[in-house]
């Protein structure tokens, strides 16, 4: 039998899924009114008679930017910054997390030290900058030349996910560590077939926030590639921003005769560069909330 609410109960109640829906219609707006949009007449985009739904369909945004190479190209160089970013990042921060989550470690205190000293002070933009034109210099020399494998290697590391992997595998007991090595397992099995596996959850988390930063990254990728004058190798992000650029254009507004709006395509841009995060988030978002809780708290 239900116990029935008090009256400051019931308010609490009412007053929290009414702020809670609130807000999501707030998350949710600017999303519908970028599809409504992106496929609306130049006429009702131009002059603002777009408000929620749709207005003149057409598709015509979709189709410019479908039928353009140079946007399958961004994305496939996006992809390729993700895919083999995340895997490189997600690679060496387990690796950083084991062993800064063995207090065997020799100077592990100072490590750990140094390691959050750079999420409290950077460098700066200028030396970093200088530090990836020399680490771009060095990759030339033996022989690698694409500018996508210094975004994926120089910027594969980030202090927080490294501590949050660390945290988690201090959580695992050490007495399963124990009797993996009396049974004879190696420091190498011990990770694969005991730290990574009960700490899934946190990884996946770790793997979600690289993934989303190597999907989304733009300054870094445009100064870098503008400095190595390789235009091909832009990701989305950056091929988007320079689209923008190109639309807000006096000069493209004034010549301007296709039949949707120049805000059309670049609404459509948005909605496409997003989907992918859209379908995957759905599938790791289970493991959202358990691995921030478990990285995020040490016992």
């Not at 609410?5 to 949710?28: M, N, V």
Request: hydrophobic share 50%.
């Amino acid at each position: 039998m239900k116990r029935k609410l008090e009256a400051s109960e019931l308010i609490f109640k009412i007053l929290s899924y009414t702020f809670l829906t609130i807000f999501s219609l707030a998350c949710l707006y600017p999303f519908v009114y970028a599809v409504s949009s992106s496929i609306s007449g130049a006429h009702a985009v131009d002059y603002n008679e777009v408000i929620l739904f749709p207005k003149d369909i057409q598709f015509d945004a979709f189709a410019s930017i479908f039928h353009n190479n140079q946007f399958w190209n961004a994305y496939t160089n996006t992809l390729f910054l993700t895919v083999y970013g995340t895997i490189w990042a997600i690679g060496v921060s387990i690796l950083g997390g084991y062993a800064l989550s063995k207090k065997r470690l020799l100077f592990r205190s100072g490590f750990n030290f140094f390691l959050v000293f750079t999420m409290w002070f950077s460098a700066g933009i200028v030396p970093q900058y200088l530090n990836y034109l020399q680490t771009q210099k060095v990759f030339a020399a033996v022989g690698i030349t694409d500018v996508k494998w210094l975004i994926v290697i120089a910027m594969g590391m980030a202090a927080m996910n490294i501590i949050l992997l660390r945290n988690a595998f201090e959580g695992v007991s050490s007495e399963i560590e124990e009797a993996a090595i009396v049974d004879g397992a190696t420091e190498f099995q011990v990770l694969t077939k005991v730290y990574i596996p009960m700490s899934q959850s946190t990884i996946a988390t770790v793997a979600l926030f690289f993934g989303i930063s190597r999907w989304n990254g733009y300054f870094w990728a445009r100064q870098m590639i503008a400095a190595s004058g390789s235009p091909n190798e832009q990701p989305l992000q950056v091929f988007i921003r320079l689209l923008l650029e190109d639309y807000t254009n006096l000069e493209t507004l004034a010549s301007w005769t296709a039949p949707y709006s120049p805000n059309s395509a670049i609404y459509a841009l948005i909605i496409v560069a997003i989907i992918p995060i859209l379908v995957i988030y759905p599938f790791i978002q289970k493991y959202f909330a358990k691995g921030v809780n478990m990285g995020g708290v040490k016992e």
